[in-house]
């Protein structure tokens, strides 16, 4: 059995598609084991992430319906989109300025762009698009709930991030993500995974001859 020449486009759609979620989850998982891996901020960072998360799939509905609004001329959508851009920036550039780093910017755009590729690499006509991209909004949401959910609820195991380790993670406030931040960071990795398994199989069937 051999995949067609014309399925091939897809099957590399596919798998570019899945890939940024799927990295970031396996990203997850390693510090989850191994805290420190990516650096002294590397547990930070994924808490932070799930407070990106959050403002990603909350705005994923607004840019959507924005982007596919017919009675909206085109001049005027580029600029709700680029006001909402503006808008979510703004707590982008607080947590950079909370932090005094750059790297929750740089964490911020490699989530838009891997939820970017997904879109552009495979892309459709009007109609399909706007279903597809309705549809992986409603995962995305039903996801992150679920996740967030999981973690809060089930036992799940310190791993690496033990209790005796939550004082060199550099974490501030008050919170159950603060206080066990083994939870986020579980959380985010069953999100990131759901999320690539969903890319995968809404990116369509390979064609086989």
Known sequence: MTVSLASQPR??????GAVPDLLTGIACVIVWISPFTFGQDAVKTVVLMTLMEFLIVHGTGFFTGIAFSDSIPPRKRLLGMAGMLCFYGVFVAAWAYTFKAWWPV???AWLVIGKAMWIFINPRDRAAEKDRQIKAWAFSTAA???????????PLPELGITSALQPQLGLSGSGEWVEHPHVAVASMAIYYFANA????????RVEVT
């Open 144 to 154: 992150y709930l679920v996740a967030v959910f999981m973690g809060l609820m089930l």
């Open 106 to 108: 740089w964490v911020f």
């Open 11 to 16: 099957l590399l759609g596919r798998v570019l």
């Open 197 to 204: 398994r969903f890319k995968w199989w809404s990116s369509g």
